[in-house]
Nanobody, 117 residues
Framework: QVRLRESGGGLSQPGGSVRLSCVAS???????MGWYRQAPGKQRELVAG?????????TYADSVKGRFTISRDDFKSTVDLQMNDLKVEDTAVYYC??????????WGPGTQVTVSS
């Protein structure tokens, strides 16, 4: 049974930084690890993700390029998202997402990030 546990999040002022972490327990042959977010009244969107096992491809949403950095550690089965220079529009519930070889996908419960002055 694969379980995702997220940590981090909370309240930040504009221009601040927050770090999110996700641990995927019980997961093997991980193909994709990433973060999505969903703001009130909006669809869930990909924020950043790392695909691949031997050769990696990293993807960022245009809105976060240059501000967010994703890092993946397969030994620890973790994926972190360092978010810098936060903007009010980054306010959302952030979800960890893991995809395994064989097309099994899993979601974390979500963690709230609020950016407000």
């Amino acid at each position: 049974q694969v379980r995702l546990r997220e940590s981090g999040g909370g309240l930040s002022q504009p221009g601040g930084s927050v770090r999110l972490s996700c641990v995927a327990s019980g997961a093997s042959s991980i193909l994709f690890m990433g973060w999505y977010r969903q703001a009130p009244g909006k669809q869930r969107e990909l924020v950043a993700g790392v695909t691949g096992i031997m050769y990696r491809n990293t993807t960022y949403a245009d809105s976060v390029k240059g501000r967010f950095t994703i890092s993946r550690d397969d030994f620890k089965s973790t994926v972190d998202l360092q978010m810098n220079d936060l903007k009010v529009e980054d306010t959302a519930v952030y979800y960890c997402n893991v995809g395994l070889v064989g097309s099994d996908w899993y979601w974390g419960p979500g963690t709230q990030v609020t950016v407000s002055s």
